[in-house]
């Protein structure tokens, strides 16, 4: 008997072993559907998945590139643990982006960082000791606000602006 409804299917290859599925770290070799899954079987190392979801791409974590004009996220892009409020372009095909995060890619950066066009993190780390939420490039200079009080080791009151280049903190 037919189903009502079409259903998606889509073949997986496991990336992973099963049982290392159980581990605490987040996995960011993990894809995901853009929408409802209804169904889903594993045939040795092949998962079958069905449900309303038009494509299935990799987890990007709180920040990706979407490419134009099918929108799908750019690979590689860094993985990004925590929640992002700002990015802005760097001028050169990167990106500097700041929120709640601490690290991006496996690199430790505290609310601050810079992504390189290619998808690396870039050195620039000033790090802030809480929440950036708005971000604003003019020339050499990253202007940083949020609720943090210091801004790479320095005291900043909310407000800060940052060496586009080096990371350094400009002075008061």
Same mark, same amino acid.
């Given at each position: 008997?037919?189903?009502?409804?079409?259903?998606?299917? #889509?073949?997986?290859?496991?990336?992973?072993?099963?049982?290392?599925?159980?581990?605490?770290?987040?996995?960011?070799?993990?894809?995901?559907?853009? *929408?409802?899954?209804?169904?889903?079987?594993?045939?040795?190392?092949?998962?079958?998945?069905?449900?309303?979801?038009?494509?299935?791409?990799?987890?990007?974590?709180?920040? @990706?590139?979407?490419?134009?004009?099918?929108?799908?996220?750019? #690979?590689?892009?860094?993985?990004?643990?925590?929640?992002? *409020? @700002?990015?802005?372009?760097?001028?050169?095909?990167?990106?500097?982006?700041?929120?709640?995060?601490?690290?991006?890619?496996?690199?430790?950066?505290?609310?601050?960082?810079?992504? %390189? @066009? %290619?998808?690396?993190?870039? @050195?620039?780390?000033?790090?802030?000791?809480?929440?950036?939420?708005?971000?604003? #490039?003019?020339? %050499?200079?990253?202007? #940083?606000?949020?609720?943090?009080?210091?801004?790479?080791?320095?005291?900043? %009151?909310?407000?800060?602006?940052?060496?586009?280049?080096?990371?350094?903190?400009?002075?008061?």
């Amino acid at each position: 008997m037919a189903r009502p409804f079409a259903v998606v299917c #889509v073949v997986l290859s496991l990336l992973v072993p099963l049982t290392a599925r159980a581990q605490v770290v987040v996995d960011t070799t993990t894809w995901m559907a853009n *929408h409802n899954v209804r169904a889903l079987v594993q045939n040795g190392n092949t998962i079958y998945l069905g449900g309303s979801f038009t494509f299935v791409y990799p987890n990007t974590g709180s920040g @990706a590139v979407l490419n134009f004009p099918d929108w799908r996220p750019t #690979v590689p892009y860094p993985r990004i643990d925590g929640v992002v *409020h @700002a990015a802005v372009p760097d001028g050169a095909g990167g990106w500097y982006i700041g929120g709640t995060f601490t690290e991006v890619g496996g690199v430790a950066r505290s609310r601050l960082a810079r992504i %390189n @066009a %290619n998808g690396t993190v870039s @050195a620039w780390n000033p790090g802030a000791s809480s929440t950036v939420f708005c971000l604003a #490039v003019s020339g %050499n200079t990253v202007f #940083v606000g949020g609720q943090f009080v210091t801004v790479g080791g320095q005291a900043r %009151n909310r407000i800060a602006a940052v060496d586009a280049t080096s990371g350094v903190v400009t002075p008061t």
